[in-house]
């Protein structure tokens, strides 16, 4: 009887809206961006040289890809609010084992770290996919971008100025915002999703719907899309830094670029606009030709830091641009029917980039200099540049009415 007495908004929340999820993007870009410039920092400095530094992040990687796909498995035996708020409560636990400070307690904060990403991210993307209209999705990603464009931008360069204070202070930050993520996600009162139809029979194995993604080539090319993105985000983010430190440049420059990179992020929404009147094809082509040649371009100039470094943060912007596009081909794909499946299948690529990023690094520093990663960066783009000529003229833009002339 005292249920007549709560509120209706208490017993019913609202739908949640495009700007909610906004603001989840905009706090866990906080957590990220105070310490993306801050960490492959920590870790060179704790295992000393940049093989030993792609040798940490390739076991994560490894380690990672396989959660991420269990979290599927996860949302079926718990409720999906709760896998969101245990994902928030690893970057709690990743923070404290980086300011222990040891070379395993590091380790295993990258790979805590990984796994509270992949967790948010999973579930945010089903959440997504669960309550925004196909149609919306191109915006929605943009003001997830713009929600996310000041701390990623303030994030790098803060992080770095924190570690100079006192070392453990950045993780302190971003434990802060951590759990502000958490307090923010339970406000919003999302639930767990919307469900298509109740479960009959045993759950799913959490690998048996790999084969449904296979099978569906539009799918596996715009995973490989995300994959390379993130790849390029990965260099961009782990070696330029290390790439300044061996070039007698400082600690601090990679943060500052990184920072002023991010600053882009601000204007997602015109150059989402921009992508529209092109169409994705279009965008997709030009700007992965731009980035094959910034990259290779960086190699080629290398022994001259300052210029190739230049092309690197040239490159950095086209880097954004597949941000705000690169997604479009896998989303604008998945069946409705399988929303938390695919979600987590798309979210793996920042783990494959995780393996696949270190692992090509280790490989080409057998052989190469660091300089090397730029150019197999470069070749990468290359290959996204191939595949994107197979994107259909018209993705992402308005479809014409069926009722029209």
Not at 72 to 99: D, E, H, K, N
Not at 149 to 158: C, F, K, M, N
Not at 196 to 224: E, K, T
Not at 261 to 279: E, V
Request: aromatic residues 12%; contains cysteine; charged residues 10%.
């Amino acid at each position: 009887m005292a249920l007549r007495y709560i509120p209706l908004h208490l017993k019913h929340p609202a739908t949640p809206k495009i700007t909610d999820f906004a603001i989840l993007s905009g706090l866990e870009a906080a957590v990220r961006g105070t310490l993306i410039s801050t960490v492959p920092i920590a870790v060179y400095d704790a295992f000393g040289s940049a093989s030993n530094l792609s040798t940490v992040y390739l076991v994560a990687g490894v380690i990672t890809l396989f959660w991420g796909l269990m979290v599927p498995r996860l949302t079926q035996i718990f409720p999906r609010r709760w896998v969101y708020s245990a994902g928030c409560g690893l970057y709690l636990v990743a923070m404290a084992l980086f300011i222990l400070g040891t070379a395993l307690s590091v380790q295993l904060a990258i790979l805590i770290s990984a796994m509270a990403t992949v967790t948010t991210f999973v579930c945010l993307n089903a959440y997504v996919l669960d309550y925004v209209a196909r149609a919306d999705l191109g915006r929605t990603q943009g003001q997830q971008m713009v929600y996310a464009a000041v701390p990623w931008a303030v994030g790098p360069l803060t992080g770095v100025w924190l570690r100079g204070l006192w070392a453990p202070l950045p993780f302190l930050v971003a434990g802060g915002f951590a759990a502000l993520l958490l307090a923010v996600f339970w406000y919003l009162r999302l639930g767990n999703g919307k469900q298509i139809a109740r479960a009959r029979g045993p759950a799913v194995n959490p690998l048996a719907y790999l084969g449904r993604f296979f099978q569906q080539p539009r799918l596996i090319i715009g995973w490989l899309f995300a994959v390379f993105r993130s790849c390029g985000w990965w260099v961009y983010v782990v070696y330029v830094p290390v790439f300044c430190i061996e070039s007698g440049l400082g600690d601090k420059l990679g943060g500052v670029m990184l920072s002023v990179s991010n600053a882009t992020l601000l204007i997602s929404p015109l150059l989402a606009g921009m992508a529209r009147r092109l169409t994705v094809r279009r965008t997709m082509l030009w700007t992965l030709a731009y980035c094959t040649l910034l990259f290779t371009g960086a190699t080629v100039f290398s022994a001259f830091p300052h210029v190739a470094l230049a092309l690197l943060f040239l490159s950095s912007f086209g880097l954004v641009m597949l941000d705000v596009t690169g997604g479009l081909p896998f989303l604008m794909s998945v069946k409705p029917s399988e929303r938390a499946e695919m979600a987590a299948v798309y979210s793996s690529f920042r783990d494959v980039s995780g393996i696949l990023t270190p692992g090509a690094a280790w490989l080409v520093l057998l052989v190469f200099p660091l300089s090397g990663i730029f150019a197999a960066s470069g070749v990468a783009f290359g290959l996204s540049w191939w595949l994107a000529q197979n994107l259909h003229p018209r993705l992402g833009t308005p479809r014409p009415s069926r009722g029209g002339a």
